[in-house]
């Protein structure tokens, strides 16, 4: 492309190439998936997280707070507290608001970027793409996620990986007839 074209490319073109070429160029299939599926997942984690923050913000706005005054929120059947987020100040909250949604971008990209390098990666040394390998992806994935949490035990590993490959299984299981 000359630099005169450069110039003269609106926003739009800049868009339908984006999508031709994905959202990075690694130098290989499998990098490319992984990273792309990160960054994706990791911005729905970070909009979750924040929303999530916004919906206590409305609930101790109108009074309906939880008992105690402390927020809580129900994560994998485990309360989590995040008593930092009715911080003394602005600055402590905001604070509290960036550590959370990082943690949060960081998890849902983690369980993303794995899931979608194992089933790129056993496609490509199976030649098939089936419900094994969705089984097998899901499962690495379960117990990735479950070792992030706070005190993860062997029970808690297990069931994360059973759950993992149950859901990605039924959910390979399920592609077209929906």
């Known amino acids: 492309m000359s630099s005169d074209n450069l110039e003269t490319r609106s926003l739009l073109d800049e868009l339908r190439d984006f999508e031709k070429g994905g959202l990075f160029d690694l130098g290989h299939p499998l990098l490319n998936r992984i990273a792309a599926s990160f960054v994706k997942a990791a911005g729905i984690g970070a909009i979750q997280a924040v929303s999530r923050e916004g919906y206590f913000t409305a609930i101790e706005g109108s009074g309906l707070e939880s008992p105690g005054g402390v927020t809580e929120v ?11 987020l009715k911080g003394e100040s602005s600055r402590k909250s905001l604070e509290a608001l960036v550590k959370s949604t990082g943690k949060e971008s960081l998890q849902w990209g983690l369980a993303a970027g794995i899931y979608s390098g194992l089933t790129y990666g056993l496609k ?3 030649g098939a793409h089936d419900w094994k390998n969705s089984a097998v992806a899901g499962a690495v994935t379960g117990m990735a996620m479950a070792l992030t949490s706070e005190d993860p035990s062997h029970e808690q590993i297990v069931q994360c990986a059973i759950t993992g490959a149950a859901i990605s299984t039924a959910a390979n299981l399920l592609t077209g007839i929906f």
Not at 74 to 84: A, H, L, M, S, V
């Open 74 to 84: 129900t994560i994998g059947g485990k309360k989590q507290r995040f008593p930092d």
């Open 124 to 126: 490509e040394a199976r």
